[in-house]
Structure formats: structure tokens, C-alpha cells
């Protein structure tokens, strides 16, 4: 997810009174039976931009539920809705209507304190750009969001050097960002994303700024870190690397129009790369 992205979804327009009626019906929809486990839950989701006749619909009454150790890759041509749904997802916009449900939580139920704690505590992002601090080290950059949340630096530094080992990157502790190649900076954000034990992590075209050897490389990162009981969701345009995920879901104009599971998915996407 961009910056400005996340700008244009904080800067929404308020809700006409049709959406609000939509919300209120949402809001006593009773959830679709699913496994127990489901870390992530979207129950109806629609996110609309505006009202009358510029209102945008980003997302239109999407249902999907994220497992432990399953990674689901999301889809779609430009502007369908993938990284809308990603933000609303990691609790970063909230939706015109429908139900969010992450690790039991109904994210409409919580302050927004509760909301930023539930995303440090579960939720790791990896994005496209990094974004990582640059006058932060990579081990500073990793420990910022446990020291955020309490932990001491010793008990941060001790689970940061785990995490940052895990990727690669256990001689490069003290390095700045500036002085990491760009597949460093992708293993630095990705330490980050899981440190802590977080259960979901949502990575937004994590490949996008590297070779494809290193782009390979990531994938298998965030590949473990799924398959040690994580649950996530990918956002990608490559086929290649959406054949990492045990479930693909297409989306055309905010709406899953298609969805398949590993085998059937890699028949699929033969016939897209």
C-alpha cells in the first residue's frame, strides 16, 4: 500500500445515508459459518468513496476467511480493489459496511487504541517501498514496534536478533538502510513484519522493487513464515510469485469473481504467465 494511498482512504468522504442503512443491516448480518481457527475474517465487505452520482465503490460485499498456515494471493487488474482491501484488512480504513474480524476481534467493536494495538501485537506488513527508517538500524528498525508496545529493549533486541537471523541478515544488526542492498532492506522489513510472533501478515507487492532472484528469495521468506502456522495475504501481479499461495482470489471491480486452490490455481496461472 502506498502513502498516498493510505492518504486518499483517510481522506474518505462521508457516508451517504444509503450506505449508512447498508452498514447498520451489515452490522447484524450473522457471520458465515467458517473453521474456527480463521485469523482473518471480511464478512460483506464494501468500501465506497463518496456519494451520489461520484461515488466510487472500491470493494463490493467481499467474503473471505484466512486460516493459519494458508496464504491467500489477491488478483486483479489495477484499481480492483486489492490494496483496499489489504488497508481494511490490517484495520488501516474501515469500511462502509460489512465485518472485519481479526483473531476474534470485530475491529468495529474496538477504540482506536485497542485498533493500534491489535496491529502491533498481530498484524505484520511488508510494502512494496520498504519503509523502513533511515536513521534507524536494521536491528532498530525490527525492535521499534515491540519497544512501542512495552517490551524492554533487552527482551526486543533479544527477539529482533532472532528475527533478523531468521532472514539472512545476522551480520547486518548495525546497518543503516542506506548502507542495504535492496533485497537487505525487503529481508529487514519482512524481520519486522514477523517479530513478536504476529499471526497475519499482509505484504502489498513485497516483490515489486527487486530482481527476480531476490524477489524468489522474499517469497520463500514470507513462504516460512506462513507455513510456521502465520496466516497472510499477498497482493501481487506476478503469477509466478502468486503460485507461493494456497489459495488465489481474483478480483474485477471490487468483487471476488474467481477463486481457486493450489492445484487447480496452477493451471490457471500457466495460462497467465
Known amino acids: 500500500m502506498s502513502r498516498d494511498g493510505s492518504r486518499r482512504e483517510r481522506r474518505q468522504t462521508p457516508f451517504s445515508a444509503e450506505a449508512i442503512d447498508a452498514a447498520a443491516r451489515e452490522a447484524s448480518r450473522p457471520a458465515p459459518p467458517a473453521g474456527r ?38 488478483m486483479g487488474a489495477s484499481g480492483s480493489g486489492k490494496s483496499t482491501l489489504l488497508s481494511i484488512a490490517g484495520g488501516l480504513a474501515t469500511p462502509t459496511s460489512g465485518q472485519v474480524i481479526v483473531e476474534g476481534e470485530h475491529l468495529a467493536s474496538l477504540a482506536p487504541q485497542a485498533v493500534a494495538r491489535l496491529r502491533r501485537r498481530s498484524l505484520g506488513f511488508v510494502f512494496q517501498d520498504f519503509n523502513l527508517i533511515p536513521t ?33 541478515l545476522g551480520d547486518r544488526h548495525g546497518a543503516y538502510p542506506d548502507d542495504l542492498s535492496g533485497g ?16 497475519l501478515i499482509l505484504a502489498d507487492e513485497p516483490t515489486g ?55 487447480s490455481a496452477d493451471v490457471l496461472l500457466a495460462g497467465a504467465s
Open 37 to 74: 481457527d480463521a485469523v482473518l475474517r471480511l464478512v460483506g465487505v464494501t468500501m465506497q468513496y463518496g456519494e451520489g452520482e461520484t461515488a466510487v465503490t472500491a470493494l463490493r460485499g467481499v467474503d473471505l476467511d484466512v486460516a493459519p498456515g494458508e496464504l491467500v494471493a489477491v
Open 136 to 168: 534507524l538500524t536494521a536491528m532498530e528498525n525490527v525492535t521499534l514496534p515491540l519497544e512501542l508496545d512495552g517490551f524492554s529493549t533487552r527482551v526486543a533486541r533479544r527477539a529482533g536478533s532472532d528475527a533478523l537471523d531468521a532472514v539472512g
Open 184 to 199: 537487505q532492506q525487503q529481508r529487514v522489513a519482512i524481520a519486522r513484519a514477523v517479530v513478536g510472533g504476529r499471526r
Open 209 to 263: 522493487a527487486l530482481d527476480s532472484v531476490t524477489g524468489e528469495a522474499v517469497m520463500r521468506m514470507i513462504r516460512s513464515r506462513i507455513d510456521a502456522g502465520a496466516a497472510g495475504i499477498l497482493v501481487t501481479h506476478e503469477a509466478r510469485h502468486a503460485a507461493w499461495a494456497d489459495r488465489i482470489v481474483f478480483l474485477r471491480d471490487g468483487k471476488v469473481v474467481d477463486e481457486s486452490r493450489r492445484d
